[in-house]
């Protein structure tokens, strides 16, 4: 990690106040401009790494708690998350030798937790280097002090992170896949083993279980053409038959698929793609931007949503591989018709529910509670995935949009989207009810 040292060297900020009372200089506070342009980084080398939408909520859940627990020791206005949620260490009471500049020890602690839970490190580090070599003087006493707390504080959440079962679950046996009739198979082009089949067991930050919000179940399988099942089945195969352009730009707008693969003969090669959290993450940048939002409400509003995120995805993965639902490709090639495609590629986990519904109403839960009801923005996030930008009055038009895409991409049944958005309104309502960020 030495490299931080260097690129954080050009890094300063006029004095701050510490959690230990000295006077703030008066000196600007420097912009959250800075700050969201971290999260872009972070995001960048998720991507390049393809995590799965489950673990990349898991990156900017610990990244994002770590700055976030940082930067509020400047002022007093946002509570710890301390004392509100399982494990994590009481980071206030961290000592810091001399002025601490909170900015800087926030950038620090996101960059250096975010660094040890990514592959590529190294995309972090040039990425850096170019971000923080635009910001203001240095001076090497408070630089030095603020890095050692940056340090301390991430120090810490990656040590609570080491409890929450993830290392547990890469150990645990290669999934096996269900010969009953009706249960998850893998799917084409690439015929991918499952993902995250032991999410469930992560330990969960707001929730008191990953069962806690159980959906209830998925129409029983059956192939009788009048079963409640094959009626879904057959609207997923008539819908995306007659589709609006508008329908289709809906579904490929939050396709945001990191596993996507193309075929031409006998090459495979994979094009990266944002995951479901990943654009999230950026609308709350867009948002708090466009609400001009301070650096301590916009950590707060970042670490919001990755714990709804992150929650959500848990919940989510929890069902999945509890009802292991086949997915309407496999259905449709086999009783309905054979030379179907789904206009997106099928994801390579069960069907029910569908994550990204349950991920989309959980955070625009949260984020309706901390911007407001009709809060209106613009969403850029996939112009640099070749998509246009797209305008929603209301962060909950975003997420119904975002579920309903689901079926115009052919890979899910009506039932996953709407229980989907059940069991994400009530994550999300439970991530307002359990934690309390400002004072």
């Not at 990349?56 to 020791?73: F, Q």
């Not at 170019?130 to 203001?136: K, S």
């Not at 929603?392 to 009506?414: K, M, N, P, V, W």
Request: charged share 20%; proline share 6%.
């Amino acid at each position: 990690m030495s490299y931080f040292r260097i690129l954080l060297f050009l890094l300063f900020y006029s004095t701050c106040t510490l959690c230990q009372g000295e006077v703030y200089s008066g000196a600007a506070t420097p912009s959250t401009a800075l700050f969201h342009r971290a999260q872009k980084n972070l995001t960048r080398a998720i991507v390049h790494d393809i995590f799965s939408p489950p673990v990349a909520s898991r990156i900017y859940l610990y990244a994002n708690a770590a700055a976030y627990e940082t930067i509020i020791c400047e002022k007093g206005t946002y509570a710890s998350l301390h004392g509100q949620v399982a494990g994590l260490p009481d980071i206030a009471h961290i000592p810091t030798q001399g002025e601490v500049n909170y900015p800087l020890a926030a950038l620090y602690a996101f960059f250096r937790t975010g660094g040890q839970l990514v592959f590529s490190e190294h995309l972090l580090k040039d990425s850096v280097e170019v971000l923080l070599r635009e910001v203001g003087e240095k001076n090497t006493a408070t630089y030095q002090n603020s890095l050692r707390y940056g340090q301390a504080v991430s120090d810490s959440i990656i040590k609570w992170a080491a409890g929450d079962n993830y290392l547990a679950t890469r150990k645990r046996r290669r999934y096996s896949y269900s010969k009953t009739p009706g249960k998850w198979m893998p799917t084409p082009p690439g015929f991918m083993d499952a993902i995250e089949p032991y999410w469930g067991k992560i330990r969960p930050v707001a929730l008191d279980s990953a069962q806690q919000f159980k959906p209830l179940p998925p129409p029983a399988f059956s192939t009788e053409k009048d079963s409640e099942f094959m009626k879904q089945a057959r609207e997923v195969y008539d819908v995306t038959r007659q589709m609006t352009d508008e329908q289709r730009l809906m579904a490929s707008y939050w396709d945001c698929n990191p596993f996507f693969l193309n075929t031409q003969g006998h090459l495979n090669f994979a094009t990266k793609k944002l995951s479901p959290g990943g654009h999230w993450i950026s609308i709350v940048g867009l948002a708090a931007t466009a609400a001009g939002m301070d650096w301590p409400a916009t950590s707060a509003a970042y670490v919001l949503t990755s714990i709804a995120l992150f929650d959500g995805f848990i919940s989510c993965w929890d069902e999945k591989y509890r009802s292991q639902l086949i997915r309407p490709e496999t259905v449709i090639n086999a009783h309905i018709d054979e030379k179907w495609h789904p206009l997106l590629q099928t994801p390579p986990f069960p069907e029910y529910t569908s994550g990204h519904s349950v991920i989309s109403t959980a955070v625009a839960t949260v984020l309706t509670a901390w911007f407001g009801e009709a809060f209106a923005f613009l969403d850029t996030t996939e112009v640099e995935y070749g998509l246009p930008s797209r305008r929603f009055t209301s962060f909950r038009q975003a997420c119904d949009e975002a579920a309903i895409s689901r079926l115009y991409g052919g890979i899910h049944y009506r039932a996953a989207i709407e229980q989907g958005q059940v069991q994400g309104e009530q994550v999300g309502k439970w991530v307002l009810q359990k934690v309390h960020l400002k004072q």
